[in-house]
């Protein structure tokens, strides 16, 4: 039974699902770098930056399983997909935008356990608000990115260097790929380009981590 959560074209539904597999993969190798330099240098950022991409890495390990069971599937009934859905929607939009409110954390270079914990449970609402309209999701994840990118912007104009730029395009890349799945709800070939989008985006990630490695 060919039932997924995907906004795109037919042929393309086990691609998409191979993409997220892969994006979870690079983003979980960032994720424990990103741990790994925390516990030799001890600053805090870092670890945030360890739980975000971590975070995010869960989304698409959970999109991914959950479409792929879907895929599938032969005799799952229609309120249990119905049920499957809801619940799939509320953990794998909870874990991107949990991720995203992390990044945004460090963006505004505040350290208040309090605000950390209000954005948490905000987000924690906006996901179960959200099970019943993915729409929904890719506002809210546009607005947080949209910020986000405005900071990498003005640490590159302050300091422009190869790692900010990098830095920089790989989240501008992320906004133009959100917007395009917001569009795909009404044109799917939309969903396509927005995975090239994050495929490229993720690999920017992946390279600046590198540059960083080998300095």
Same mark, same amino acid.
């Given at each position: ?100 409110? #992390? ?25 179960? #608000? ?40 790989? +989240? ?8 395009? +799945? ?13 995975? +090239? ?7 920017? +990630? ?10």
């Amino acid at each position: 039974m060919a039932v997924t959560y995907y906004f795109a074209p037919s042929w393309f539904i086990t691609f998409g699902i191979i993409f997220e597999a892969l994006f979870a993969i690079i983003l979980i190798s960032i994720s424990l770098i990103a741990y790994k330099f925390y516990k030799v240098s001890k600053q805090e950022k870092l670890k945030l930056f360890s739980l975000a991409f971590g975070s995010i890495a869960l989304y698409y390990l959970v999109k991914s399983l959950i479409n792929a069971n879907l895929l599938v599937s032969e005799d799952i009934t229609r309120a249990q997909l119905l049920d499957l859905g809801q619940l799939s929607l509320f953990v794998h939009v909870f874990f991107m935008l949990a991720g995203l409110v #992390i990044l945004l954390y460090i963006s505004l270079n505040v350290k208040n356990s309090r605000l950390f914990s209000l954005l948490i449970v905000i987000i924690f609402l906006t996901a179960f #608000i959200s099970r019943n309209s993915i729409a929904i999701f890719y506002s809210i994840s546009t607005v947080l990115l949209s910020y986000i990118c405005l900071h990498y912007y003005e640490s590159y104009k302050k300091k422009p260097q190869r790692n900010n730029l990098l830095v920089f395009i790989a +989240f501008l890349l992320l906004l133009i790929a959100n917007l395009d +799945f917001i569009f795909s709800i009404q044109h799917p070939i939309l969903n396509v380009i927005g995975h +090239f989008i994050e495929f490229t985006s993720y690999i920017l +990630f992946l390279i600046n981590l590198i540059f960083v490695l080998k300095k």
